[in-house]
């Protein structure tokens, strides 16, 4: 346990040490970056120091067009948050050949507001002795002010636009889900058309030729027998010596030919 503790203590020593080392680093800046820095300083301390004689002067810089800004801006500013408490210079980056973006942070009472300001800074004049080199602001554009949000409402915005990007995805889902819906009264509508289309070409096409009547097979053919019973009779009535009419033919029978001369 005495271990453990003494493990802890160490590593918080550790981590302050880093913090403090980190805190005191130093930001080294050329010569031109350093200058350009103080420029803009100097620059916006002044409009700071002097904030409630800035509606009185603004009038005189109107002919100035980056002065005249950059005091409207701050008025705006320090309208919003309160009177000027400090600035501090955050960063100096060259955007190009000895143009500078200078970054600080201004301090109101109710906010920081982080100022912006490009600056163009030109060789004055250079000692060949003695290598020294001053320099001089050939061109400069009116400070700009952007509100430093604090942690709430960083979190704040964050959640918004996650909310957002959520409701627009759940929002094309939906309308991807409705298309689909869809497909099933395509098909239909589809399959109607096609119906109508065949019952147009049933409608179109020429009727079926009646079917010839079936004729009806022959009846056989009656045999007329009264002439033969007749003969036969009359044969009779010789052979027997009768009269005709007393001989009635019953039926008449066919029997072979054979049996006939066998009987002969």
């Known amino acids: ?34 200058y350009a820095a103080d420029m803009v300083e100097g620059f916006v ?7 409630t004689y800035l509606p009185q002067i603004l009038d005189q810089y109107a002919e100035y067009p980056m002065n005249y800004d950059s005091i409207v ?7 919003q948050y309160g009177s000027y408490i400090s600035y501090e210079t955050e960063s100096v980056t060259e955007v190009e050949r000895d143009e500078y973006s200078v970054r600080g942070l201004i301090h109101f009472e109710d906010a920081d507001v982080e100022s912006i300001m490009d600056i163009t800074v030109a060789v004055a ?26 942690f709430g409402e960083k979190m704040a915005n964050a959640g918004m636009n996650t909310l957002m ?24 509508f589809e399959t109607a ?33 009264t002439e033969l019973i007749a003969v036969i009779a009359a044969a009779i009535a010789a052979y027997e010596g009768t009269s005709p009419d007393g001989i009635v033919v019953r039926s008449i029978r066919k029997v072979s030919s054979a049996k006939t001369w066998k009987r002969g």
């Not at 301390?45 to 904030?51: A, F, P, Y």
């Not at 065949?198 to 079936?214: L, R, S």
């Open 45 to 51: 301390t002044s409009l700071g120091e002097n904030q």
């Open 165 to 188: 990007g959520m409701g627009v995805v759940f929002i094309v889902l939906i309308l991807i889900s409705f298309i689909i819906s869809l497909f099933a009264y395509i098909n239909k």
């Open 125 to 150: 004049s250079e000692n060949r002795v003695t290598g020294e080199v001053t320099y001089q602001v050939s061109d400069a554009t009116a400070v700009r002010f952007d509100k430093v949000k604090s």
């Open 1 to 34: 346990m005495k271990n453990m503790k003494k493990k802890i203590a160490a590593l918080v020593c550790v981590l302050v040490f880093c913090v403090a080392l980190s805190s005191c680093k130093a930001v080294e800046y050329t010569a031109a970056e350093q």
């Open 193 to 225: 058309q096609a119906k109508k289309k065949e019952e147009k070409k049933k409608k179109n096409a020429p009727a079926p030729a009646a079917a010839a009547p079936k004729k009806e097979a022959p009846a056989p053919a009656v045999q007329d027998d």
């Open 73 to 79: 801006n701050f008025m705006e500013v320090a309208e």
